[in-house]
Structure formats: structure tokens, C-alpha cells
């Protein structure tokens, strides 16, 4: 019997249900209509090269890969069998004008056998995160969740909150939507539980307790103020809680509370009331906190105007950790279920997943899924679409915030689409720019140069493909700002060219412009929907996606006329550029504009493309020294604080006996450097400087 296909694959009619032998199959596929020589790029191609993998694809399940004419991959699936899959794809009729396009772009095929359908699908999942293939529906998340962590490698466990690998032993709670959640629920566990969030190295050189032992947040192990056998009991008891049995650790926490107070211990006992109406605030302040549900993750699915939202929201130990709203990429004929499904394959990909997962709408594969996420998790994973009861509740707020989240993200893409607008007519581009690039460098005398570069377009900024370039060439003079201007668009655009050459401006005949794409149509316009035709317009200009539509300088006239000058160099000259120079006295508002074959202009105080355009150079500005300050930093941890002139080996031991950690340093006063012992006044002072001198 044909598996039954998912997601992407095209629907078998009822005639493909009778076809139960390969031999059949192989006749299905003589059948086809010949072409003698089917047009490069067209549908008969691809059926052709489809038609020419299924003579070596697998009878069992597995994963298939369609493969474009330059190595790229358009799209990733899986199958119970792959070959059965696979021939629906070499049918004449019944295809859609999406599948056509795949097809048509296929020129190869890879398959990947494994031992069930739920080994396929945890594959297919990990190779869509990995590959992004463009026919399949992408998970677009630029950044992991934050947890909870509980170290278990000091004697004194730590804790704090963790974002990105988990090479740390101890236990991880979470995932928490935000750092915020984190940042509130830790503060609340520190006032219930007493437990450290210093780290390890500000332990070690305490001599007396901090600040966080004298509001009651911390109980002191640094110094002996509470012994680790009580200290450890602590911790039991915030792991215990994090665990999810909260109910348990305050009802022992209300008895210790009675005891005590029967044996006139009224500190004690009044310290454990105040540890309990913490607990209280942990479970009380988190919005919505179920009563039926102890552990789950609600996911809850809306599209309009051809965007898809999936809200989801974490609830663990019966409280509410965050919500978070992410926007897959999926084609707008997709069906929501299989955009659902899909979605859950790859989120789960990378992080834990609970026992509970509750969904807005149900899907095809849902004990297919249930079993790979079970077998991903070590426990078995109930994946539900609730109809009734609180578990309903909890989706339909789900539901109601993700509808609220996807009218705001299309509010703001709207707004976005009048700004670009206007910055096309304000600055003479024929269309709204796509991608925007904003260069700036961030320097001090020199040292730790680091060049920045941002993105931003129709959706706003693509932290994603921002870019940090740390400058390279001994032959510059320290301070050269042309000269890493120069270094940063080299290095930019000499891969550019090689990752997705294009023809440029001036190799094209007199008069003719490239082809108008999707990516390059005005905003609010989309490309007519067809077959062939759509595909190989999706084909020409993959390449010119990630090429810039405008080039924004953090300078004047200088940097504008080296970045030309080297782009020129490089045989570049259809790419418009703009220099954006700081007014007098750095006021912002009385900025200048520098463009090609333009004298220089500046835009009225109150104009929303100037407000826009500040907003984009601020960003740079932020990225660039954020990204300098932590070379910086790097570079102080590995050389050691000798760096600083006036600072040897006994007096970096004095500041760090004094203040515990390279970070306390930076951020000490002034007054502060000059009160530690062995400092004098002047090496305070070289200290203070290094630190606090801003970055250019």
C-alpha cells in the first residue's frame, strides 16, 4: 500500500492505491509523455531527472533530498517508502503550481534509508535546520531559549541563568520565552532558597558577605555563613521546586514554619514565612498558571495575508514560563496543519521537549510525531488538540495571542513598507530597497579595530545576517578609518561575488536593466503565481536576494569615496551608496547626506525617513562597538589586566583580590580604584581610563 504523503509531497489519487509492485510503478513512470529534448529548467526536466533517481531509490523509509542544477538544496522529505513517494512526483496532472516549481528546479536526487518512519522524520527535521531548503517550511528563530541552571561542579552550587550549549555540569530548567522570566523567576528563587548566583571566581575571593546576603538573597556560603550541609539543603529544595513539586517543598516549608514557631524560634520562623510568600510570588506573578496542567508546551497556529504566527507558551511545575511568537516560512498554499507539523518536528530539534505538547490544530501524522518526539525526549510525549476543559482554555489564549502578534507584525511590516518608500524617493532609488547594509567601524587608537555590519528591510532588522569584520592588515595606520573601510568592503564583496556572482551594471548592454524579481518588485507587489514560468524567475534571482539594494556609510564624504573607490576596484558600480554624516556637535537630526551625483543634502528635523535613517546608523553604531568592546574584553582575559599601562603582576592581584572579577573592575568608580591598597592615584586613574574611554 502507497504511504500515505505529507507536508509538501503531492496527493495520490485513488487509482495510485491499486499500484502495490515496483514493476507497476516502473511502467507508471514508461508511460509519461516524451519530450525529445525537454527545455533546460522546465517541468519535463525535472520529471526526467526524478524519473532517472527512482531506478536507485529505496522500496523502505527514509529521507529524499531534491537537489538543484547548482548543488543547492530545494526541498527535504521523508516517506515510509521512498520510491512509491517519489513516482507521484513524475505524474503529469494533479500537481500543484508550488510542486511544479520544485519539480521543474530539480535536476538530481540523494536518499537517505532509515530503519523506521520515525528515524526519518527526526531526520528530516535535522536536515531541514541544517540545509534551510527553500521549498520546505523554515523555522526562522536567530536565537536558543534561555534556562535555568543549577551547577553541580562546585561545592557550593551556583545559580544563574544559561543560554546556548550545555557544557556546564548541573541541571537546566526550562526553556523560559525570555530572558526577563528568567531574570524575574531567579530573583524570586533567590529570596525562597538562599542560593548563589556569584560567580565562582567573585566566591573564591570574598572575605566578607555581599550585599545579596544582607537583603536576605543569598544565605552566605562564601564565608561561612551557613554550612554546606544547610546550604546543600537549600539547594535540594530549589531543584525540587524547578522539578515541579512545588506543592511538596511548601508544605515542608510551612511545617518547619509551625515547628519553629512552637519552639519560640521566632526568627527562624519568620524567615521561613517570608521563603514561603516568595514561593507564592514565583507561582502567583507569571500570568495564566493552570491547575490540571503541571508540565506542557502550548503551541497555538494563525495566518492571514499569506504570514503564518505560531505562538507558543512554556508551562512547567503549573506556572507559566513566557510565551514567545516565531514566524516559519512556509508557502501560503500550505495547509495550517502541515505547517503545524512541520513546525513541531523542527522545533523540538534542539531543545527538551515535555510530556504534554498541546496544539490549535490537529495534524495528519500526530502518532508519527508522538513517537519521534517520544523517542527524541527518553519519555513518552502526548501530542493533543484539545476541544474542551482548561487544556482548550489555554490554547484558545494562545490562539488569541498569536492572532494579536501576527496584526502587529503585518501593522509594522505595512509601516515599513511606507518607510522604504520614502527612503527610495528621498535618496533617488528607482524602488523601495530591499536590503539595506550599514557599515561603521568602532576603534580605540587603533587598537581592537572591528568593522560592523547591519541588515534591515521590509521585516526590520535581520540580526541574523548581521556581520562583525575584525580588521586584519598590519599595513594600516592605527586610527585609519579609510583604510578599514576599505579592508571591510573587500573582504564583503569579494565573497559575495564569489558565493553569488551576478552580472554588474556595467556589463550589461546600453539601456537594459537586470530582470525584475521578487526581490526586487516594488513593496506590496508579488510576482504572478504560475508554474514554469515563477520557477525559473525564483531560479534567476536567488543570487540577487542577498546582494544590497543600498549601501548606508557611517561617515562623510571620505568614507563614502573610499567605500566607491573600492567597490569600483572590485568592478561594482550598480550598487547606490549613501554617507551619512554626523551634524555639529554630533547633534542628531542635523545629520548630512552624501550620494552619488547628488551635492550634499540633509533631510527636514521631523521627516520620518531621517528618524528611520538615524535608527539604521544608531544600530551600526551599537553592533560595531558592542562587538569591539567584546574583543576587548577577550583580549584582557587572555593578555591579563598587565595591558594597562602602569598595572604588573602584583597590582593586577590586589585589584582582583579587592574586587573579585575582571567585570567588578570595569564597572568600579573612580573613588573606588583609588581606595584599593597598592593602587595610587594615578594607575586609579590609567585603570578608569581603560575602561571607561569611549570607542570611536
Not at 495534524?363 to 482548550?392: C, N
Not at 553592533?623 to 582575559?637: N, P, V
Amino acid at each position: 500500500m502507497i504511504a500515505r504523503p505529507t507536508r509538501d509531497a503531492p496527493d495520490l489519487d485513488a487509482d495510485d492505491a491499486d499500484i502495490a509492485e515496483i514493476d507497476q510503478e516502473e511502467a507508471l513512470i514508461a508511460d509519461l509523455p516524451e519530450e525529445a529534448e525537454p527545455a533546460p529548467g522546465s517541468v519535463a526536466m525535472g520529471r526526467a531527472a526524478i524519473a532517472r533517481a527512482i531506478k536507485h531509490a529505496p522500496n523502505g523509509p527514509g529521507v529524499y533530498r531534491m537537489i538543484g542544477p547548482d548543488g543547492a538544496v530545494l526541498y527535504v522529505g521523508k516517506a515510509k517508502s521512498i520510491k512509491r513517494r517519489i513516482v507521484a512526483y513524475t505524474r503529469p496532472t494533479g500537481l500543484t503550481a508550488r510542486i511544479m516549481r520544485m519539480v521543474a528546479a530539480t535536476a538530481e536526487m540523494e536518499f537517505v534509508s532509515t530503519g523506521t518512519e520515525t528515524e526519518a522524520l527526526l531526520l528530516e527535521a535535522n536536515l531541514i535546520k541544517q540545509l534551510r531548503p527553500r521549498f520546505n517550511v523554515l523555522l526562522r528563530d536567530d536565537k536558543s531559549f534561555p534556562y535555568i541552571l543549577i551547577t553541580r561542579d562546585h561545592v557550593s552550587p551556583q545559580i544563574s541563568k544559561h543560554r546556548g550549549a550545555r557544557n556546564r555540569p548541573g541541571d537546566y530548567y526550562g526553556p523560559f520565552a525570555s530572558v526577563w522570566a528568567v531574570n524575574r523567576t531567579i530573583n524570586a528563587l533567590q529570596k525562597a532558597f538562599l542560593v548563589r548566583s556569584c560567580s565562582d571566581s567573585f566566591y573564591e575571593a570574598r572575605t566578607r558577605p555581599c550585599l545579596l546576603f544582607q537583603i536576605k538573597r543569598c544565605a552566605g556560603p562564601c564565608t561561612g555563613e551557613v554550612n554546606h550541609t544547610d546550604y546543600a539543603e537549600y539547594v535540594r529544595e530549589a531543584r525540587e521546586f524547578l522539578s515541579g513539586r512545588s506543592k511538596a517543598v511548601k508544605e515542608q516549608l510551612a511545617r518547619e514554619m509551625e515547628t519553629a514557631s512552637h519552639e519560640l524560634e521566632f526568627e527562624r520562623a519568620a524567615a521561613l514565612r517570608d521563603r514561603l510568600a516568595a514561593l507564592s510570588a514565583v507561582q502567583g506573578t507569571q500570568g495564566i498558571n493552570p491547575r490540571s496542567v503541571e508540565e506542557a508546551d502550548v503551541f497555538a497556529i494563525h495566518q492571514e495575508g499569506g504570514a503564518t504566527c505560531v505562538q507558543v507558551f512554556f508551562f512547567r511545575t503549573g506556572q507559566n514560563w513566557g510565551n514567545h511568537a516565531l514566524y516559519p516560512r512556509a508557502d501560503r498554499t500550505l495547509e495550517i496543519g502541515e505547517v503545524l507539523e512541520s513546525f513541531l518536528a523542527q522545533f523540538y530539534e534542539d531543545k527538551p521537549c515535555p510530556r504534554l505538547v498541546l496544539i490549535s490544530h490537529d495534524i495528519a501524522e500526530r502518532e508519527l510525531l508522538e513517537e519521534a518526539l517520544s523517542t527524541r525526549a527518553g519519555h513518552k510525549v502526548e501530542v493533543a488538540a484539545p476541544r474542551r476543559g482548561e487544556k482548550r482554555d489555554l490554547v484558545e489564549h494562545a490562539l488569541q495571542n498569536a492572532r494579536e502578534a501576527l496584526g502587529r507584525k503585518l501593522a509594522e511590516s505595512a509601516s515599513q513598507a511606507r518607510l522604504l518608500a520614502e527612503l527610495a524617493r528621498a535618496f533617488d532609488l528607482k524602488t523601495p530597497p530591499r536590503r539595506i547594509e550599514v557599515y561603521d567601524n568602532s576603534h580605540i587608537m587603533g587598537s581592537n579595530a572591528v568593522g560592523g555590519m547591519i541588515v534591515a528591510g521590509p521585516e526590520g532588522f535581520s540580526k541574523s545576517q548581521y556581520r562583525k569584520f575584525n580588521i586584519r592588515s598590519t599595513e594600516l595606520t592605527p586610527g585609519d578609518d579609510y583604510g578599514m573601510m576599505r579592508e571591510v568592503l573587500t573582504r564583503r564583496f569579494s565573497r559575495l561575488l564569489k558565493e553569488a556572482p551576478r552580472a554588474p551594471a556595467s556589463s550589461l548592454p546600453e539601456g537594459e536593466t537586470p530582470p525584475e524579481s521578487a526581490d526586487t518588485l516594488p513593496l506590496g507587489a508579488t510576482p504572478a503565481p504560475g508554474g514554469e514560468a515563477e520557477g525559473a524567475q525564483e531560479e534567476s534571482t536567488a543570487a540577487a536576494s542577498i546582494w544590497p539594494d543600498l549601501l548606508l556609510i557611517d561617515g562623510g564624504p571620505g568614507q563614502l569615496k573610499a567605500a566607491r573607490e573600492t567597490l569600483a576596484s572590485l568592478g561594482i558600480t550598480d550598487v547606490p551608496m549613501v554617507g551619512v554624516a554626523k551634524g555639529p556637535d554630533r547633534d542628531a537630526g542635523r545629520e548630512t547626506f552624501y550620494a552619488d551625483r547628488r551635492e550634499p543634502f540633509r533631510l527636514e528635523p521631523r521627516d520620518p525617513v531621517l528618524y528611520f535613517v538615524q535608527r539604521l546608523r544608531d544600530e551600526a553604531h551599537r553592533f560595531a562597538i558592542g562587538s569591539h568592546r567584546a574583543r576587548r574584553k577577550k583580549d584582557i582575559t587572555q593578555s591579563g589586566l598587565q595591558e594597562i599601562p602602569g598595572v604588573g603582576p602584583t597590582r593586577k592581584r590586589a585589584l582582583l583580590h579587592h574586587f573579585g572579577t575582571l567585570k567588578a573592575i570595569e564597572r568600579a568608580s573612580l573613588a573606588d580604584l583609588e581606595g584599593v591598597p597598592g593602587v595610587n592615584a594615578a594607575t586609579a586613574r590609567a585603570v578608569y581610563d581603560f575602561f571607561h574611554v569611549k570607542a570611536t
